[in-house]
């Protein structure tokens, strides 16, 4: 199985902030990365595709880079409703894998 | 729209069988790839496994021994049979659809909790 790996595992940021998180593949996984966000409660939701595709009726604030075995999620401006854990999950081979998450809380 | 629901006992004994169905709406489960997705308390998410609706599977390794997923095209659901339940198995189950790009959840059902204990 991909392993996949998270840091931080939790992040407190003020309204505002550009906030950074990273995941880390076993092996290499090309471009074959999503980003979810789970509020409490709720199941995930599809950010980012394909380490970089922006979902629709996602915010723009939110991007994601990288290939091969790292990748980052960035919030250019953080806002409250944004409060949440993230998930990267890899697809390149089966069993899909999610990593352990990056609770964001605001300060 | 499309939308997925869960639905199944709550509770289940340990040594038995956790059934849930997911109910499609808004569109057809005779396209894509349809799979469970369960994450235990606190933790992590896990994927279960995928059935596409020709009728081909996909488990995870690591449970494959004991689940089975199915579909029903004439009811539109699809549904998991975990057998022989531990208390390991407390979690939250969520159903999703995966996209025609492969390995993309882009629908979840809401996810019930599924707790195994006498």
């Known amino acids: 199985d991909i392993h996949m790996t998270q840091s931080p595992s939790s992040l407190s940021a003020s309204v505002g902030d550009r906030v950074t998180i990273t995941c880390q593949a076993s092996q290499d996984i090309s471009n074959y990365l999503n980003w979810y966000q789970q509020k409490p409660g709720k199941a995930p939701k599809l950010l980012i595709s394909?380490?970089?595709n922006l979902e629709t009726g996602v915010p723009s604030r939110f991007s994601g880079s990288g290939s091969g075995t790292d990748f980052t999620l960035t919030i250019s401006s953080l806002q409250p409703e944004d409060i949440a854990t993230f998930y990267c999950q890899q697809y390149d081979s089966l069993p899909f894998t999610f990593g352990p998450g990056t609770k964001m809380e605001i300060k | 729209q499309v939308q997925l629901q869960e639905s199944g006992p709550g509770l289940v004994k340990p040594s038995e069988t956790l059934s849930l169905t997911c109910s499609v709406s808004g569109g057809s489960i005779g396209t894509y790839y349809w799979n469970w997705i369960r994450q235990p308390p606190g933790k992590e998410l896990e994927w279960i496994g995928c059935?596409?609706?020709?009728?081909?599977?996909n488990y995870n390794p690591s449970l494959k021994s004991r689940v089975t997923i199915s579909l029903d095209t004439s009811k539109n659901q699809f549904s998991l049979r975990l057998q022989s339940v531990t208390a390991a198995d407390t979690a939250v189950y969520f159903c999703?659809?995966?996209?025609?790009?492969?390995?993309?959840?882009?629908?979840w059902g809401q996810g019930p909790l599924v707790t195994v204990s006498s």
């Open positions: 394909d380490a970089s």
């Open positions: 059935i596409h609706h020709t009728g081909s599977t």
């Open positions: 999703a659809r995966m996209s025609n790009h492969w390995g993309i959840f882009e629908v």
